[in-house]
Structure formats: structure tokens, C-alpha cells
């Protein structure tokens, strides 16, 4: 639904159309907080190979602007030998912290290097351990995209309103109500967003979930 016809439809229930600036930024914060909500199939993408660890030593890797959610661990791949790696694992930064210490060497050849192993995201960027001994390795990501885009009446497509138009306007009707001072009807809204909003979380897990999640290994 473009901007302009969602904003219709909210106002089939509203009936006030003294609130149309607001109603367009509660579009925007509703579709804001169901992208952080959730990993719609809508928004997830591959990225290109993410930039940085250009030189030995190095081991930073700079996330894509539009990122939002991480999916998968860190993709590697060594170009010059065309060998798949396994993905690295993901670490908190205080353990890469106490693993990658050497990375502090102010020069580079004074690092521990390798093959990396490990990954942290830390401060928009990706940290990976050890520091890398080549500069031929390549590191891709799956993850779901960001948009804070504001949604007003000229948009061509409010997110989400294709699939899930109801859950939008419950979302935006509660914003609205909030607004109002009106916690009693806030409330209502709310809780039948929640409940489509749970709805939606799980169906999206159903769709992901491996069907065999319990790997056997002997006694």
C-alpha cells in the first residue's frame, strides 16, 4: 500500500483527520520497531565482500551502511587459492578481548596472525581473530537491511502493509492513542499487536528452523 492509502486505512478506524502528521510518523515507528522485531524475509540480503583487512595484520571489517540484523556467522573464503573456509565463530568482545590481545601492537607485523576463527561486532564494525596472515581472504555476511526512510503520503510502498496491513495499523493506532493520552484504547491497540506481531515472529521461526535440530553422536 503506498503511504497515501495506508493512511486511508487507519483512518477507517481513527476518524480523525486532524492527526495526519502524526499518523505518518507512527507509520515510520511502527515499521521501525517490527524490522527490529523480527527477520522479515522481505529485508534479508548477502552483502558483497565487506571491506577492510586490506593488509596483513589487520582485522577489522567495516559492517554495510544499511545493516540491521546479523543472520548468519562470518562467511570467509580465500580468493587467490579459492578455498571455503568454515564460518567463523561468533564471541563476545570481552573474549575476543582476552584472546586477540596482540592486536594492540601498534605495528601490525608485531600481531599474532592467521586464518581467522573468530568474530565480534563491536562499535559498527566486525572484529575478526586472529589478525589476518594474508590479504587475500574475502568476508561476506547475511543479514537483514535497516531503513529509517520516513513513510509520508507520496510513498510507493509502506513496508509490511503488503502481507501484514492489520498489524501495521494496530501498531499505528496504538502510537496514536499514546499520543492522545488515551491509555485505555492504547492499550486495546497494543495488545492486538503484540498478539499479530507474536503470530508473525513465529511463523517466521517455523520457516527458518532446521527440521532436524538434534544431531546424535553416539553414546
Not at 176 to 204: H, P
Request: hydrophobic share 30%.
Amino acid at each position: 500500500m503506498t503511504g497515501a492509502n495506508f493512511y486511508t486505512y487507519v483512518l477507517a478506524v481513527l476518524k480523525r483527520t486532524d492527526k495526519s502528521t502524526e499518523v505518518y510518523q507512527a507509520m515510520t515507528d511502527v515499521v521501525m520497531d517490527m524490522r527490529l522485531r523480527f527477520h522479515s524475509e522481505d529485508f534479508k540480503t548477502i552483502s558483497s565482500n565487506l571491506t577492510g583487512c586490506s593488509a596483513i595484520g589487520d582485522y577489522s571489517l567495516t559492517l554495510p551502511t544499511d545493516f540491521g540484523h546479523l543472520i548468519s556467522n562470518v562467511e570467509i573464503r580465500d580468493n587467490a587459492s579459492d578455498e571455503d573456509y568454515v564460518p567463523l565463530e561468533k564471541i563476545s568482545i570481552g573474549k575476543y578481548k582476552d584472546l586477540y590481545s596482540s592486536r594492540l601492537n601498534t605495528s601490525t607485523s608485531n600481531r599474532d596472525t592467521g586464518t581467522p576463527i573468530h568474530f565480534c561486532v563491536f562499535g559498527g564494525d566486525i572484529l575478526v581473530g586472529p589478525p589476518v596472515d594474508k590479504t587475500s581472504y574475502k568476508f561476506k555476511i547475511t543479514y537483514t537491511t535497516e531503513d529509517a526512510t520516513e513513510i509520508a503520503s507520496g510513498t510507493s510502498s509502506v513496508p509490511f502493509t503488503d502481507r501484514y496491513r492489520k498489524t501495521v495499523r494496530y501498531g499505528v493506532l496504538k502510537e496514536i492513542y499514546l499520543l492522545l493520552e488515551n491509555y485505555e484504547e492504547a492499550t486495546v491497540w497494543s495488545e492486538l499487536y503484540e498478539v499479530d506481531i507474536q503470530k508473525i515472529i513465529d511463523n517466521d521461526y517455523s520457516n527458518v528452523r532446521d527440521d532436524n535440530p538434534i544431531s546424535y553422536n553416539g553414546i
